[in-house]
């Protein structure tokens, strides 16, 4: 079975950092490009960050240069998001996905490319 897991939601006041993690299991998680995304109500589905599985990376979103960072780390099978000087607009529902094997899949900033995805946590920023 497939699973993608989120972990590291929480309430945090503008300013503050938080980390995030997403473990992989049931694939082989070196020949899958993973994504992160957000969600926050009203608003459609904003992709973040590409780890594609051929070492490049990737970023969508003007908004979150600088204060977010992108990490992946295949022993621990985990694809991680270091959110720093954290704002309301930053509240969301935050999703990763996996796309592959390899070039069967491919990151893409709507998520159209995405195989797997996690069933999400909430972040949330408060003024």
């Known amino acids: 079975e497939v699973q993608l897991v989120e972990s590291g939601e929480g309430v945090v006041q503008a300013g503050q950092s938080l980390s995030l993690s997403c473990t992989v299991s049931g694939i082989p998680f070196d020949d899958y490009s993973l994504m992160w995304f957000r969600q926050a109500p009203g608003q459609k589905r904003e992709g973040l960050f590409c780890s594609a599985w051929s070492g490049a990376i990737a970023y969508y979103q003007e908004s979150v240069k600088g204060r977010f960072t992108l990490s992946r780390d295949s022993p621990k099978s985990t694809l991680n998001l270091q959110l720093a000087d954290l704002k309301p607009e930053d509240t969301a529902q935050y999703y990763c996905?996996?796309?592959?094997?390899?070039?069967?899949?491919?990151?893409?900033?709507?998520?159209?490319?995405?195989?797997?995805w996690g069933k999400g946590i909430q972040v949330t920023v408060s003024s």
């Open positions: 996905a996996a796309a592959g094997p390899r070039s069967a899949g491919y990151c893409s900033e709507p998520g159209t490319g995405m195989k797997y």
